[in-house]
């Protein structure tokens, strides 16, 4: 069975600041991790992937996440946030393409003027 | 490609009542998955498809729900009768055979609201 956990669930954060999303998942098989966005009223986007190489991984928007093994997460980080980053982020599992995302309960970024 | 098409986006329909909600995938995709997203629980998994053919209904919530992929291009997901706490949105999501590209793609959701 995997599981996600967002610790946050609401992140208030001003523009321009730096902004970390946390996320720690449990699978006892290897998993691919994912990060979607979700603006209002819409679907969702993903945003970025890991599924083997380089832990270091880059997405659009200027998001990026880091897989750690050891401490299975896979938090999502952005240096300057805008505005336009509001919205909801949501942390993701699976074990690959034609298996099904377990979902985290996701992380309302609001970003302040 | 248009992207993974549901229908309708919007349904407001009386307790009792049947609905149907309907979902095109992604062309070329062999996997659909059907979610449901509340305040309360979150984004769950309801059922997904393999090449037409159901894997897991397991978060299928009762009786009631009822899903179907007659080809690879049409599903339906049917709630018979309909009750108020049934409101929510239903998303629809496509992905291709395994290989690089593995991540699942959205629709855009129908909103159910049974009053």
């Known amino acids: 069975a995997q599981s996600v956990t967002q610790l946050d669930s609401q992140v208030p954060v001003f523009e321009e600041a730096p902004v970390e999303l946390r996320c720690n998942y449990s699978?006892?098989?290897?998993?691919?991790l994912f990060w979607y966005v979700q603006y209002p009223n819409q679907g969702l986007q993903l945003l970025l992937k890991y599924l083997s190489g380089s832990t270091l991984v880059k997405g659009i928007n200027g998001f990026e996440a880091e897989f750690n093994k050891s401490q299975t997460s896979f938090h999502l980080r952005k240096p300057s946030v805008h505005i336009s980053d509001t919205a909801e982020y949501f942390c993701?599992?699976?074990?690959?393409?034609?298996?099904?995302?377990?979902f985290g309960k996701g992380t309302l970024l609001t970003v302040n003027p | 490609d248009a992207g993974v098409i549901q229908s309708p986006r919007h349904e407001v329909t009386e307790m009792g009542q049947e609905v149907t909600l309907r979902c095109k995938p992604i062309s070329g995709h062999n996997s659909l998955f059907w979610y449901r997203q509340t305040m309360m629980r979150g984004l769950e998994l309801l059922i997904y498809f393999n090449n037409n053919v159901p894997i897991d209904d397991s978060g299928m919530p009762e009786d009631r729900f009822s899903a179907k992929m007659p080809n690879a291009s049409f599903s339906t997901l049917k709630i018979q009768p309909s009750e108020p706490r049934d409101s929510a949105v239903y998303f629809c999501a496509s992905s291709q055979p395994a290989g690089a590209n593995t991540e699942a793609f959205f629709g855009q959701g129908t909103r159910l609201t049974v009053v």
């Open positions: 993701a599992v699976s074990r690959g393409s034609n298996y099904k995302l377990t």
């Open positions: 699978s006892s098989v290897s998993v691919y």
